[in-house]
């Protein structure tokens, strides 16, 4: 089975623009959740998505939001970014919605803001 | 909500020693305990998991012990060989929900040959 896939895995913006990210979860997973990567923060969970329903968000502002498809893929966007969005951005696919569930994760996208 | 600290956040050992990461959590209510290791450029990989009806468990050269009255937990890893070095991270979850994976911030394992 092919792992998770996140495109692309490199990205620079400038601030005040928005980006938005993808991932393809290992195929027959139904939940995505994402997490933000700093050195300063460590890992950070962003939201999950199961069935195309956001089921739980993490301490992130409005600014951060995503959306999932009914093949199971998913988005993530970031609106009007800031130099501290600066980070890798992880994307963990799971079988079903349960956390108690196995999250294989991608190789991330490193989102640089300038 | 939940809170997990991890210690050391840099471990150096001989290759052939043993390495022991140990993690502290908060949340009485989490039952799902997983532990990652991340290789430069990459995503984290799960190496093991433990869940909170379970004290010990092992795979190969990894084993995870887990003290819920303590509320902690810790990774040994036996037999240590270059391949081990990497940044490991623990975790906890309360499961039940879709509440997500509370990480710790990691220890920079370090094998000298």
């Known amino acids: 089975k092919a792992g998770v896939t996140q495109t692309p895995r490199y990205l620079i913006k400038t601030r005040g623009q928005q980006v938005t990210l993808s991932c393809s979860p290992i195929s027959g997973h139904r939940s995505v959740s994402w997490y933000q990567q700093t050195p300063g923060q460590g890992l950070q969970f962003l939201f999950e998505?199961?069935?195309?329903?956001?089921?739980n968000k993490g301490n992130f502002p409005g600014r951060f939001s995503g959306r999932q498809f009914s093949n199971s893929r998913s988005e993530m966007n970031v609106s009007t970014l800031e130099l501290g969005d600066s980070a890798l951005y992880l994307c963990?696919?799971?079988?079903?919605?349960?956390?108690?569930?196995?999250?294989?994760f991608g190789p991330g996208t490193r989102l640089l803001v300038l | 909500g939940e809170n997990v600290e991890q210690h050391p956040s840099t471990l150096s050992v001989q290759e052939g020693d043993s390495a022991v990461i140990k993690c502290t959590y908060s949340d009485s209510a989490s039952n799902y305990f997983p532990w990652y290791k991340q290789e430069l450029g990459k995503g984290p990989q799960l190496i093991i998991d433990?869940?909170?009806?379970?004290g010990e468990k092992k795979d190969q050269r990894i084993a995870v012990t887990l003290n819920k009255t303590a509320k902690h937990f810790s990774l040994h890893i036996t037999e240590t060989q270059p391949e081990d070095s990497a940044v490991y991270f623990c975790?906890?979850?309360?499961?039940?929900?879709?509440?997500?994976?509370?990480f710790g911030k990691g220890t920079h394992l370090i094998i000298q040959p």
């Open positions: 998505y199961f069935s195309e329903t956001q089921r």
């Open positions: 975790a906890a979850s309360r499961g039940g929900g879709a509440d997500g994976l509370t």
């Open positions: 433990i869940r909170s009806n379970v």
């Open positions: 963990a696919s799971s079988a079903t919605s349960t956390s108690q569930e196995t999250q294989y």
